[in-house]
């Protein structure tokens, strides 16, 4: 007979309700993140027609990417709804609560990203029909390819089993963005002090190359929200 300090009584098994329940709840999980990843396409697809909008200085191209802009946001309610739903209907605890907690987050976070290229294409409209400097096009669109793809890896991290180390790993080149953009705006605020008639073109060169270092600090906060549903801790990845 064991004594009761050696004793280990056996743990009770689960009941097959509570087995069911967890089962449904990590199955939600999975598809919320998936539902993510879909709208996180939209917007890198959003972001990337930007892209071409300003290479090609395209304002057909500038104007569907604003039509486009609503489906985004349309989509963004739908999945907080769900969320909702989830959380009041399946009681997520643990790493699902916090997957489920972040997807609300990444949702607002595509959002406000997808405005962005929205946003590249209103100023293509302010500028009118004249091309922008094409030296300044083309720094700007290296400061945008890197942050999209630092958004493409952060949600690929998301979605791949909240992944941690992948998810850091995404937003290495977030300084770079920063300061990439502060040399343009030291080359456009040269120019626009040798030549006052640079002004306007100048400011809308600013506010597009910032539309885009947005783009790499959120999708930094992906990936500190993958952080956190990982392992409970959200690091400061900026």
Request: hydrophobic share 45%; with cysteine; proline share 4%.
């Amino acid at each position: 007979m064991l004594t009761p300090a050696l004793y280990q009584p056996e743990p009770p098994e689960r009941d097959e309700e509570t087995k069911m329940t967890e089962n449904l709840v990590q199955k939600r999980r999975t598809q919320l993140q998936a539902a993510v990843n879909s709208m996180g396409s939209m917007v890198i697809a959003a972001l990337r027609q930007s892209v071409t909008c300003l290479a090609g200085h395209d304002l057909a191209l500038a104007a569907r990417i604003i039509e486009d802009d609503a489906r985004i946001n349309q989509q963004r309610r739908l999945l907080e709804q769900e969320c909702l739903v989830t959380l009041a209907a399946y009681k997520p605890a643990g790493a699902d609560l916090r997957a489920v907690g972040a997807c609300m987050e990444l949702v607002s976070e595509l959002e406000r990203i997808g405005d962005y290229a929205a946003d590249v294409a209103r100023i293509m409209f302010k500028h009118g029909e004249t091309p922008f400097p094409p030296e300044s096009v083309a720094s700007i669109i290296a400061v945008a390819d890197v942050a999209i793809e630092m958004l493409a890896e952060a949600l690929a991290a998301f979605t791949s089993n909240s992944d941690e180390q992948t998810a850091r790993a995404s937003v290495a080149s977030e300084e770079q963005v920063d300061r990439d953009e502060d040399s343009i705006i030291e080359q456009v605020f040269e120019r626009m002090r040798a030549d006052s008639g640079f002004a306007a073109t100048g400011t809308y060169l600013l506010w597009i190359v910032h539309n885009y270092e947005r783009v790499a600090d959120r999708a930094t906060n992906i990936a500190e929200r993958t952080v956190y549903v990982a392992c409970g801790q959200t690091p400061d990845l900026d």
